[in-house]
């Protein structure tokens, strides 16, 4: 009977994932974004959340059973009956968020303290970001999901968020119009900042510049829980990671400083552990994922629009010159 428990619980497992691929196809990239964050915020019927909370569930009255209860609903592979079972699996047009809320969890799995940054993330760039192609960044959401990244960050070692806490303090000290809520917008209203240099080149203590090392260095960062994410180790991950980043944009010295303060972090198993929380490690993979999926629509909307930036800044040096 034990084995047969473990079978039924292994299928689970498989349907669960099959409903979620399903519901993935369905919805489209950016609907699954949409839909996770409407589970998380306000209990909302994302499809994939409730075909995989109904999984979940039976697979937990399964392995509750397993202690010496009855197994042979397992045993004659008839699912054991739950209290909201019909609520749970219902059309979501046709259930209340009050019988979902008390039927299951509003999330689909346990997070990892990854969480609130991909939450931010997906709340700065939209579906059509979260679809792979950022038009324009909320800043406020961003800003504070650069903030989340960084704290965790440390969890791992190395101070590892230092590297993005600088560039942090200098957006959220930048001279720029606050009360532009679009990040490129927000940007452009720091042109003026740039007259100190005779615009030849970004002020240092800008947001403009932060910009760009942001985007440089959440590049390799991606990057690097992307390849933590397929499994690979953490030395691994972040030596190609690196070389295919922020290593030609680092000069001799920022090399050795960085590779040194990468070489300060734990093996992937630990490195996950220190921020994974209540989630199991396939959960913090889930996660990994999820953040990978938003950070590389992030990167290549801040590089592009420092490229807009730039010829921004030779516009107006032109016309500076003419003065």
Known sequence: LGSVEHLASDLLDVQR????????????LGGRFLGRCASTICGGDDPTVVAANAARQRKGSLRARASGGDLRAAASGKEPKLVNDAAITASPSATSLGALDSARPCLSYNHCLLWPV??????????????????????????????????????????????????IKKLRNSKADKGKQGYRDWLLSELPVHEAKGYREYVDDSAWMANLWLGWTLEFFVEFFALLSEGKETKQSADAAYRSTLYAHHNFFQRNAFMAAVGRL????????????????????????????????????CLRTND???????EERKAFMKK
């Open 118 to 167: 991909v939450e931010r993330f997906e709340s700065a760039i939209g579906p059509a970001g979260a679809a792979g192609e950022a038009k324009e960044v909320q800043r406020e959401p961003f800003v504070d999901g650069l903030q989340e990244y960084a704290t965790l960050l440390d969890k791992m070692g190395g101070s590892m968020g230092s590297y993005l806490e600088t560039n």
């Open 17 to 28: 994932d099959v409903e979620i691929i399903r519901a993935r196809i369905e919805l489209g």
């Open 308 to 314: 807009m930036l730039d010829k921004r800044l030779q």
């Open 266 to 301: 734990p093996k992937r198993e630990d490195l996950l552990a220190s921020f994974k929380g209540a989630a199991s490690l396939r959960d913090t993979e889930r996660d990994l994922a999820s953040f990978v999926a938003l950070g590389r629509p992030i990167v290549k909307f």
